[in-house]
Antibody, heavy 126, light 108 residues
Framework: QVQLVQSGAEVKKPGASVKVSCKAS????????INWVRQATGQGLEWMGW????????GYAQKFQGRVTMTRNTSISTAYMELSSLRSEDTAVYYC???????????????????WGQGTTVTVSS | SYVLTQPPSVSVAPGKTARITCGGN??????VHWYQQKPGQAPVLVVY???DRPSGIPERFSGSNSGNTATLTISRVEAGDEADYYC???????????FGGGTKLTVL
């Protein structure tokens, strides 16, 4: 079945970086964009950015520009999200989610996100 | 940046109809998607492109979108529908996906 499986929980100190993985199965990894969404405890969903697994092109929410990097390894159908210069406010559950169809050069971003990973808890604490 | 506004909470009795709104400037010109999120779980897409349902989502879930308001309607509400609901659009001007703040649906 179509699924996204994320890496396990992380505990990091302020100023460090964290890299979360998202392994796709049951579909062609390069055919759909991958989005990252986070949710702090008791708060709403916050979109962080997207990546075209085909080309590696990315688009980041302004809030995270300069701190987030989204990459992929197509040979193992896995997407990665790295967030640097962590602070306590980055403590949250991070989700990857499949979005719209991608060609070799662009993705359609108007589609809903129909497959979600199980979430990865990142705790930032000294 | 584009802003989506949802009521923080909506309450409804079992068997009745719940309507959750999502307001945005000329949102009727955009495709709206709705997600259901239960405590401790990942979000689930329940309506996409304003009014379509993914396979496996009951027909009780429907959507509409016009003018400055999109609406998720849940008919014959059940206790299992109690959850947080989020609307989401793609803002083409910024190439960003945007979420509403979420609405907590309480089944009385």
């Amino acid at each position: 079945q179509v699924q996204l499986v994320q890496s396990g929980a992380e505990v990091k100190k302020p100023g460090a970086s964290v890299k979360v993985s998202c392994k796709a199965s049951g579909y062609t990894f390069t055919s759909y964009d991958i989005n990252w969404v986070r949710q702090a405890t008791g708060q709403g969903l916050e979109w962080m950015g997207w990546m075209n697994p085909n080309s590696g092109n990315t688009g980041y929410a302004q809030k995270f520009q300069g701190r987030v990097t989204m990459t992929r390894n197509t040979s193992i159908s896995t997407a990665y999200m790295e967030l640097s210069s962590l602070r306590s406010e980055d403590t949250a559950v991070y989700y990857c989610a499949r979005g719209g169809y991608c060609s070799s050069t662009s993705c359609y971003s108007g589609d809903g996100m129909d497959v979600w990973g199980q979430g990865t808890t990142v705790t930032v604490s000294s | 940046s584009y802003v989506l506004t949802q009521p923080p909470s909506v309450s409804v009795a079992p068997g009745k109809t719940a309507r959750i709104t999502c307001g945005g400037n000329n949102i009727g010109s955009k495709s709206v998607h709705w997600y259901q999120q239960k405590p401790g779980q990942a979000p689930v897409l329940v309506v996409y492109d304003d009014s379509d349902r993914p396979s496996g989502i009951p027909e009780r879930f429907s959507g509409s979108n016009s003018g400055n308001t999109a609406t998720l309607t849940i008919s014959r509400v059940e206790a299992g529908d109690e959850a947080d609901y989020y609307c989401q659009v793609w803002d083409s001007s910024s190439d960003h996906r945007v979420f509403g703040g979420g609405t907590k649906l309480t089944v009385l």
